[in-house]
């Protein structure tokens, strides 16, 4: 079946640092959706990509759906505490809306 | 709209109990999604509704588990004799039809001893 691959697993950076994660898969998808997680808590939606090639920024996250349509890759500028979280990368698996979801990478910032 | 709500947030349940956690999804979205999380997973897909018609399930969703959503607006999903591999937060989403944005809550937390 369909499966996302996110890289790095977890990064422990210093405040003020960029920080660069990507997300693969083995198949193609029309949709990249970037998520945030805090502890105990649901996913929260950062930015949606619906297009080859296309770059989408919300504030400091800029996020890319790669030209393959089977890469995205989301960074962070200048990185705050706040940032700290684990970080999703989903895909629709079908036009019902179901989501496959990455392992996550998990991102540490020290102040 | 205060976005997806989800009760109780944490629920500790002795195995073989049974256990019924309820989801409000945004008002206007017409698609609802559970969804189970183990630690250090993402979350992986259990059952989907179009309205009130259920019209996907996972395998992950065995014959102990079942969920409902009567009017299509709220849902609720039903474990019945706990186990403790039910351990997991249990989340919902919901977005519109023919919109692949969803929207989660903050999960409800299932510790089963």
């Known amino acids: 079946g369909q499966q996302l691959n996110q890289s790095p697993q977890s990064m422990f950076i210093q405040e003020g640092e960029d920080v660069s994660m990507n997300c693969t898969s083995s198949?193609?998808?029309?949709?990249w959706l970037w998520y945030k997680q805090d502890p105990g808590e649901g996913p929260v939606l950062l930015i949606a990509l619906y297009k080859a090639g296309e770059l989408t920024s919300n504030g400091r996250l800029t996020a890319q759906f790669g030209i393959t349509r089977k890469d995205s890759f989301l960074n962070i500028s200048a990185s705050i505490p706040s940032d700290v979280g684990i970080y999703f990368c989903?895909?629709?698996?079908?036009?019902?809306?179901?989501?496959?979801f990455g392992q996550g990478t998990t991102l540490q910032v020290k102040p | 709209d205060t976005g997806v709500s989800q009760d109780p947030r944490h629920k500790i349940t002795k195995r073989g109990q049974n256990v019924t956690f309820r989801c409000d999804p945004i008002?206007?979205?017409?698609?609802l999604y559970w969804y189970r999380q183990t630690l250090g997973q993402g979350p992986e897909f259990l059952t989907y509704f179009q309205n009130e018609a259920q019209l996907e399930k996972s395998r992950l969703l065995s014959d102990r588990f079942s969920a409902e959503r009567p009017k299509g607006s709220f849902s609720t999903l039903e474990i019945q004799r706990t186990e403790q591999g039910d351990s997991a937060m249990y989340l919902c989403a919901s977005s519109l039809m023919g919109d692949t944005e969803a929207f989660f809550g903050q999960g409800t937390r299932l510790t089963v001893v």
């Open positions: 198949s193609i998808f029309n949709t």
């Open positions: 989903a895909g629709p698996s079908s036009n019902t809306g179901k989501l496959i």
């Open positions: 008002s206007e979205h017409n698609r």
